[in-house]
């Protein structure tokens, strides 16, 4: 009876439907928000803040997967995967993106690299369901920092972002204060060709790019604490032309980290803010306790596009 109990309590906690306002989850603390649009569904994948306080630093073991058909009612699946889940990773479930190829979900990820490799690595784990389960796709890091080059830095190889060309070409988007890209093979699990290095301003981290007729959008976390500008070109090579801030610094949150889809016919920023209060005792959201919002996304007839207001709503 006491294992029915448990059961019963497990699926009822991953599946109520959280109501659509900013911060979206008051249960949890989210951040690094990666959404994937996918058969009329949005899956949103977070991180997971488990700090207790706002002094120290992140804490961060697992990812989390939340879905919704309207973007009002969120359903919460659990956790898909923890970072030591990568034999190779000693924690550190940092910044993720999910894809979707030929029926595979690809999930590119920021974990901590174990004592053989310096710094911060990015794995890839690969399921035949957005919710997983997911399981190493390699068997090592797809990306490691080697610290050979003057601008590595313990960490610049984090916050993997993915885009696919409608022709299938692939491409890994990643880094902290020197932006990156690679080209993927099709089989989505090695880097085919160089590095290179991207020229935009004020990089600090968390790249995305999206599409929207014929131009692309490169989106970053600029400066610290972090605000979101963009860059906008003809091509994913670029040259990227800069256009400025696209969101002011996000409440009390020092980071911030972005994810741009369109849904049934809107676009849509999705960011993560602070701006959890301080409850029963418990100390408020912060810079690493953060919580995942969503607002509008606006274009300009021009193609640039509108700063976003964050709402609380
Ligand atoms: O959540 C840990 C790190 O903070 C992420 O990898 C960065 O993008 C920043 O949000």
Known sequence: KKSLLVALTATLSFSQPAL????LFEHVFTADPAALVHDDTVYLYTGHDEA???????????????????????????????????????????????????????FYTTVRHDDTKPGFAVGVAVSDSPT???????????ITNDMTSQTDND?????????????????????????????????????????KVIDIPDFTEALWVHKKGKYYYLSYAC??????????????HGPWEYQGILNEIAGNSETNHQSIIEFKGKSYFIYHTGAIPARKGEPSGGRFRRSVAIDRLYYNEDGTLKRVIMTTE
Do not use: Q, R
């Not at 993720?96 to 595979?104: A, L, P, R, T």
């Open 20 to 23: 659509a306002k900013n911060p």
């Open 132 to 142: 997983g389960p997911f399981k190493d796709a390699i068997g090592e890091a797809l």
């Open 223 to 236: 400066e610290f604490p972090e605000k979101i500008c963009y860059a906008m070109s003809e091509s994913i």
């Open 52 to 106: 207790p306080n706002n002094d120290v630093f992140f804490e961060m073991h697992d990812w989390l997967v939340f879905s919704s058909k309207d973007m009002k009612n969120w359903t919460e699946h659990g956790p898909i995967m923890k970072a030591t889940d990568f034999k190779w990773a000693k924690g550190e479930a940092w910044a993720s993106h999910m894809v979707e190829k030929d029926g595979k979900f690809y």
């Open 155 to 195: 960490w610049d190889d984090i916050d993997p972002a993915i885009y696919i060309e409608e022709n299938g070409d692939a491409y890994i988007f990643f880094g902290n204060l020197v932006p990156k890209y690679a080209k993927l093979k099709d089989n989505m699990i090695e880097l085919d060709g160089p590095i």
